[in-house]
């Protein structure tokens, strides 16, 4: 046997596979995904929160309304969990497009999305399923390099 005939191929299948990953890795890193992440979920709670609004912050009755008799939150009164809602859908969002304290804005709309899947839709697990993945990577790997919070170096 020659040693040409009995050498493995220098660029198996896997080979490739695994050097094209290697690419996208580097292309695609946590930075670029942070931001991603950061954009994506804020929208979706920022338009909810200006649903709820006129104008900057006034909240109007169809919103005190909802959290009479849909929403329906044990222990906080449909008044304040009205203004709580509009608040952290208007400016947590904003935070975490900005990047600025990312895992604690994160936190924040998981709690938020805890509480609209346990309290309000049970059925819409799916969803939050998927808003809960996003957030969850956010506060595990922060804001990335494309955030006030890596200028402040805050971690």
């Not at 050498?7 to 996208?24: E, S």
């Not at 995904?33 to 950061?38: F, T």
């Not at 920022?46 to 222990?75: A, C, H, M, N």
């Not at 990047?99 to 938020?112: D, F, K």
Request: aromatic share 12%.
């Amino acid at each position: 046997m020659d040693s040409l005939t009995s050498a493995a191929p220098p660029y198996t299948l896997r080979d490739r596979w695994n050097a094209l990953a290697t690419r996208v890795e580097a292309l695609v890193g946590h930075s670029f995904l942070a931001l991603v992440s950061r954009v994506s979920i804020a929208a979706i709670f920022f338009q909810s929160g200006r649903t709820k609004v006129d104008g900057f912050l006034t909240i109007t009755e169809g919103t005190y309304e909802l959290f009479r008799t849909e929403y329906k939150l044990p222990l906080i009164p449909p008044e304040i969990a009205a203004h709580m809602s509009a608040y952290v859908e208007t400016f947590v969002p904003m935070f975490l497009v900005l990047g600025l304290c990312t895992r604690l804005s994160a936190t924040v709309l998981l709690g938020m999305t805890t509480i609209i899947e346990i309290f309000v839709y049970p059925d819409a697990w799916p969803t939050h399923l998927s808003w809960a993945a996003i957030l969850l990577y956010l506060i595990a790997r922060g804001g990335g390099r494309l955030s006030i919070d890596q200028w402040l170096r805050i971690r």
